[in-house]
Nanobody, 115 residues
Framework: QVQLVESGGGLVQPGGSLRLSCAAS????????MGWYRQAPGKQRELVAT???????NYADSVKGRFTISRDNAKNTVYLQMNSLKPEDTAVYYC?????????WGQGTQVTVSS
């Protein structure tokens, strides 16, 4: 069993930045694909960014060039640096760890972009 705990959400003005953190209960980065997803009110959950065990990253078109996924193996933590935030980035952001058919989700952290 793996526990994931997100933090770092909050209220930010358009154009601002936030860094989300996802702390894993054990060192899993060598085995799992780590990802950030988000769900806005009334919308389906969507992929934001992923990182494979080898470090390959993938981003949704809507966040390319603005968001960066990274990890600190020593801290068992994955990050999502979000720059140039827009109101449409407002959502609950979730961290996910996946290995084949096994998935673990965090509880989510709210990000609100508003003036």
């Amino acid at each position: 069993q793996v526990q994931l705990v997100e933090s770092g959400g909050g209220l930010v003005q358009p154009g601002g930045s936030l860094r989300l953190s996802c702390a894993a209960s054990k060192n899993i980065f060598g085995l799992y694909i780590m990802g950030w997803y988000r769900q806005a009110p009334g919308k389906q959950r969507e992929l934001v960014a992923t990182m494979t065990s080898g470090g390959t990253t993938n981003y949704a078109d809507s966040v390319k060039g603005r968001f960066t996924i990274s990890r600190d193996n020593a801290k068992n933590t994955v990050y999502l640096q979000m720059n140039s935030l827009k109101p449409e980035d407002t959502a609950v952001y979730y961290c996910k760890a996946r290995k084949f058919a096994i998935e673990y989700w965090g509880q989510g952290t709210q990000v609100t972009v508003s003036s």
